[in-house]
């Protein structure tokens, strides 16, 4: 039976894992709004840049984010500051890779008469395209964010920070009432996020 009484050991290093994600999440998506625009096929970007940027993208989305997490704390050293980067990395790959194909798909009438009116290329961009594509974008975002808090869990096993460094201790240990514990409040939180996504993409779409 789970051990009630080290729920407030928990508290703080579950706290530290939702920064974490949070966090990552949040610079993720906003570095991928930058380099998204340079990867799709219908915006004007040098084509060896955007070739480069594109297997980038694809070379880092092949790592899950456990194996970033590695990478990281490898460069960076053990802590939460590692699997930060190595949530934001995971996130800019894959929010990269799905916003330019949003803006691939997106109508181009609006963004090619404002280019005809005088306007800058980032200008046109920001004014037409992302707003169409905002939902998605937003949604996608959201996704990611409840993936990310399951994914930042477990990114202590290669320390990284966070809850997941306190469960491998407790399962090493064998303290199974304590890893009780921590599994139940990492499924009270996860389904919290879940239904808080949920609302916020019902949100987003109306």
């Known amino acids: 039976p789970p051990d009630w009484s080290y729920l407030s050991a928990i508290v703080a290093p579950l706290l530290a894992t939702l920064r974490m994600s949070v966090t990552g999440t949040a610079l993720g998506v906003a570095l991928a709004l ?27 989305r092949s790592f899950p984010a456990l ?17 930060t980067v190595a949530i934001t990395v995971f996130t800019l790959a894959v929010m990269t890779r799905l916003t330019y194909e949003d803006i691939e798909s997106a109508p181009q009438g609006p963004y090619l008469a ?16 992302l707003p169409e594509i905002l939902p998605a974008y937003l949604t996608n975002a959201l996704y990611l964010l409840e993936g990310n808090v399951r994914h930042s869990a ?53």
Not at 35 to 58: E, G, I, M, S, T
Not at 67 to 83: D, Q
Not at 171 to 199: N, P, Q
Request: hydrophobic share 55%; with cysteine; net charge positive.
């Open 67 to 83: 194996i970033l997490a590695l990478l990281a704390t490898f460069l960076f050293g053990l802590g939460t500051f590692s699997g």
């Open 34 to 60: 930058g380099f998204a625009p340079l990867c799709a096929h219908n915006l004007p970007c040098p084509a060896p840049v955007r070739a480069v940027l594109r297997f980038l993208v694809q070379v880092l």
């Open 114 to 129: 404002l280019r005809a009116m005088g306007a800058a290329s980032a200008q046109a961009f920001f004014r037409s395209t």
């Open 154 to 206: 477990i990114l202590g096993y290669v320390g990284a920070g966070g809850i997941g460094l306190l469960l491998n201790e407790k399962v090493s240990w064998r303290e199974y009432d304590k890893v009780g514990t921590i599994l139940l409040l990492l499924f009270a939180v996860v389904y919290l996020m879940e239904h808080l996504s949920t609302w916020l993409t019902r949100l987003v779409q109306q």
